[in-house]
């Protein structure tokens, strides 16, 4: 079973897989190499596979840069991302998370983007922080999708976080036939199983909290959304139409039964 606050997840679009993770990766390994003492003057990233062929439209370079330089996917500034990313790339300069040090850093030479796929899943990324000796501590991450990810030697050795949570839960299940088997014996709505499973995860009153933050940035994107002008971020040059949209079904409220 996965909690519900691990598929409801607030973080910086627009993918779980391709820029959230990304971003805990690059953030794990800086506080990996801290931790182990290992002070860099050069940190070089490979993106590969689908990280590759889809990461500069995903914006996944700017999630690892974010990451080392100790950002967070829940709680990184996003209006004051651009200039951020802009200022790595003008002074080619990086200061790092967990560090009281700032290394150099070409965004050309040192995100590289390579379409192989690494052996065990297709978004893969090698992070390799180089010191003054020429010494290498080097980690290879998988991104595997909703915001979760792993080092390439823990990729077979999932499960432990389900394996916690039922010795915990009152009904356990793997499969969504084995929740409606619960529902049924139960007596319980789906909701109100799910609901009790994640009361004994987490206690009601931090998931009552956990939930009200959730809905809040969530009507806070919507909000964002429909007030926005202009072109969405990329090289497509998409329009926003949202704010259209929401003007257009205003100026028609009183005469339309649409749900919107």
Request: proline share 5%; with cysteine.
């Amino acid at each position: 079973m996965i909690s519900v606050l691990d598929i409801f997840k607030i973080g910086v679009g627009p993918s779980s897989s391709h820029t959230v993770g990304p971003m805990l990766i690059a953030g794990s390994f800086i506080k990996e190499i801290s931790e182990k003492k290992f002070l860099p003057v050069r940190i070089a990233v490979d993106l590969h596979g689908s990280l590759a062929l889809t990461g500069k439209g995903h914006g996944t370079d700017r999630a690892v840069v974010l990451g080392l330089a100790g950002s967070e996917p829940e709680t990184v500034d996003i209006d004051a991302m651009p200039s951020f990313i802009e200022g790595v790339k003008k002074t080619k300069s990086l200061k790092l998370g967990y560090f009281n040090l700032e290394i150099g850093f070409d965004w050309e030479k040192d995100i590289l983007f390579l379409p192989d796929n690494l052996p065990l899943h297709e978004n893969g990324m090698i992070l390799s922080a180089y010191d003054s000796t020429g010494s290498v501590f080097s980690s290879t991450y998988y991104s595997t999708g909703g915001g979760f990810f792993c080092k390439a030697e823990d990729f077979n050795s999932g499960g432990v976080k389900s394996a916690d949570a039922e010795k915990l839960i009152p009904y356990p299940y793997d499969t969504a036939d084995g929740l409606i088997a619960a529902c049924h014996e139960t007596g319980l709505s789906l909701s109100g199983l799910v609901l009790r499973n994640e009361i004994a995860l987490h206690g009601r009153e931090y998931l009552t909290e956990r939930f009200a933050k959730i809905w809040k940035v969530m009507r806070e994107g919507m909000e964002r959304g429909t007030a926005s002008e202009g072109l969405l971020p990329g090289q497509l040059r998409v329009p926003r139409r949202a704010i259209g949209l929401k003007r257009r079904l205003k100026s028609i409220n009183a005469l339309s039964h649409d749900p919107m």
